[in-house]
């Protein structure tokens, strides 16, 4: 049975493309946050870890960490959130982790059959 992981530098050059990605968006101020270091707080990291994980076909837990750090993120953005995006957000969250454990279901499935 193969490994789950990719090979150190094809996670090693996600990881890059993603970070430069990042820093792309924040000295562009895409997201009009302000200056690049309102871009990199804890909230984001949490939102680049989750990235990661996805792209290293770990959906449930990237899942939950872009989740959690997009919430905290709108939560400092906006004095109240609307009242609508209160309650689909974690609803939603749910739905996505019960896809992403398809999707994972699959992928395994895949990957049985290419071994």
């Known amino acids: 049975m193969k490994n789950r992981?990719?090979?150190p530098m094809i996670s090693l050059g996600l990881f890059l493309i993603v970070l430069g990605l990042a820093l792309l968006v924040a000295t562009n101020d895409l997201l009009n946050l302000g200056s690049v270091t309102s871009y990199f707080t804890w909230q984001t990291v949490?939102?680049?870890i989750g990235v990661l994980l996805?792209?290293?076909?770990?959906?449930?837990g990237g899942i939950f960490m872009i989740a959690l750090g997009t919430w905290f993120l709108l939560d400092d953005m906006?004095?109240?959130l609307p009242d609508w995006v209160e309650k689909m957000y974690w609803p939603g969250v749910i739905i996505l982790a019960g896809l992403s454990f398809i999707l994972s279901s699959i992928f395994e499935k895949i990957r049985?059959?290419?071994s």
């Open 112 to 114: 049985k059959r290419s």
């Open 54 to 60: 996805l792209v290293n076909l770990h959906f449930t």
């Open 78 to 80: 906006f004095a109240e």
């Open 5 to 7: 992981e990719h090979h």
């Open 46 to 48: 949490l939102i680049f």
